[in-house]
């Protein structure tokens, strides 16, 4: 199992940037397929950005354009590039890692902690 530590999360204002990081606390497999959901408070988790081992990115279409997904593989560490945020971006955001697909929480063999992000208007 991937033990993740994610973290750089903060408080910014709308149209500012942060930069979210995903690093390992343990052993992990180089070809887990990791991303990003969030969680805002009263909602559902929902998937935010993908990336594979061999750097193939996906998207949420409230994201797209703003949000980059990165992975530096030697690190097996996740980046996730926060553009243009806004209000509605607020939440509590998790690092997750799959062994074949991440479609949906079902499919995350190990979570980080969560770190918080709230955009002010």
């Known amino acids: 199992q991937v033990h993740l530590e994610d973290s750089g999360g903060g408080w910014v204002q709308a149209g500012g940037s942060l930069r979210l990081t995903c690093m390992p606390s343990?052993?992990?497999?180089?070809?887990?397929?990791k991303g990003w959901f969030r969680q805002a408070t009263g909602k559902e988790r929902e998937l935010v950005a993908v990336?594979?081992?061999?750097?193939?990115?996906d998207y949420a279409d409230s994201v797209q354009g703003r949000f980059t997904i990165s992975r530096d593989n030697a690190k097996n560490t996740v980046y996730l590039q926060m553009n243009s945020l806004k209000p509605e971006d607020t939440a509590v955001y998790f690092c997750?890692?799959?062994?074949?697909?991440?479609?949906?929480?079902?499919?995350?063999?190990?979570w980080g902690q969560g770190t918080e992000v709230i955009v002010s208007s």
């Open positions: 997750a890692a799959s062994l074949i697909k991440l479609q949906g929480p079902e499919d995350v063999a190990e």
């Open positions: 343990g052993d992990t497999f180089s070809g887990y397929v």
């Open positions: 990336v594979t081992s061999g750097g193939t990115t």
